[in-house]
């Protein structure tokens, strides 16, 4: 009895993965799912590494650039795919999150040229998942660090050779050369947007008087206004003469259109 089961033991097994059948009946067909068959294969072409995936998949997030309309931009009709000049190894980490709803950090990977990739695809960093989301920050924060450092060490660093009015004219062409241009740079703008303001306000009305029934404040105020006037067209004045004297052809710069801006503006005062 025992050995007439152990020998039907294998055409059991071989029956129960598909081998050889128990029934003489066909097993019956599976199920087909109409919505896998109505949706679409599309291939995405991303620096020459062609990665293919469904396009339901990408519609998950449509807040995306592949997941929106505007991936139609970078479709190609004569071979039928979309090309992306990216990088492709990143690109691996990006097509998974929409794949499977979570995105990953590759630790091989530059932060900065992860952020330009996620910043390009329209995903945010925030949903990086718990388990890169630390050594993510990580990075990002020594990044940071060391380009902060970069900074301290270059700043306020001359360039050799070079002369005052040529550092000057680097200053004023760059201000964020040193911290005295950029100071420089903050002022003149904020006298700029003083003068601006002080014009319109000259000719609001200010209230009535016995003698005028609408006086603008200019009237009114002549001697705070003249007093910002006269500041603002100070600074003004010296900035021209600094960028004059700085400028590698003064004849150029004074027929500049900015040069002949900041003198119309100079010279009715």
Not at 12 to 20: D, E, H, L
Not at 169 to 175: D, G, I, T, V, Y
């Amino acid at each position: 009895m025992a050995s007439g089961v152990a020998a039907w033991l294998p055409f059991a097994r071989a029956a129960s993965i598909g081998w050889m059948p128990v029934a003489n009946c066909p097993m019956p067909v599976a199920p087909r799912d109409n919505s896998k068959r109505q949706d679409e294969l599309i291939i995405l072409n991303v620096s020459g590494r062609r990665f293919q995936t469904w396009r339901t998949t990408l519609d998950r997030y449509p807040d995306t650039l592949l997941g929106s309309s505007e991936k139609e931009f970078f479709y190609n009709e004569e071979i039928k795919e979309y090309f992306f000049d990216r990088d492709p190894d990143a690109f691996l980490s990006i097509l998974n999150f929409y794949r499977t709803g979570k995105l990953h950090y590759p630790r091989y990977e530059c932060i900065s040229a992860y952020d330009e990739e996620l910043a390009f695809f329209g995903i945010i960093p925030e949903i990086i998942s718990d388990c890169c989301y630390e050594e993510y920050k990580d990075r990002k924060r020594e990044n940071a660090e060391r380009l902060q450092d970069d900074q301290e060490e270059n700043k306020d660093l001359k360039l050799p050779n070079m002369t005052c009015r040529e550092t000057m004219w680097r200053a004023f062409e760059n201000p964020h050369t040193s911290t005295m241009a950029l100071v420089f740079y903050y002022v003149t703008g904020f006298f700029i947007a003083i003068s601006v303001i002080t014009n319109v306000v000259e000719t609001v009305p200010c209230g009535a008087t016995a003698s005028q029934k609408d006086m603008p404040c200019g009237v009114r105020y002549t001697v705070a206004f003249f007093c910002m006037d006269t500041a603002c067209v100070m600074i003004f004045t010296v900035e021209y003469l600094m960028r004059l004297f700085a400028a590698p052809s003064r004849y150029r710069f004074m027929r500049s259109v900015m040069s002949i801006i900041d003198v119309v503006a100079i010279l009715p005062y």
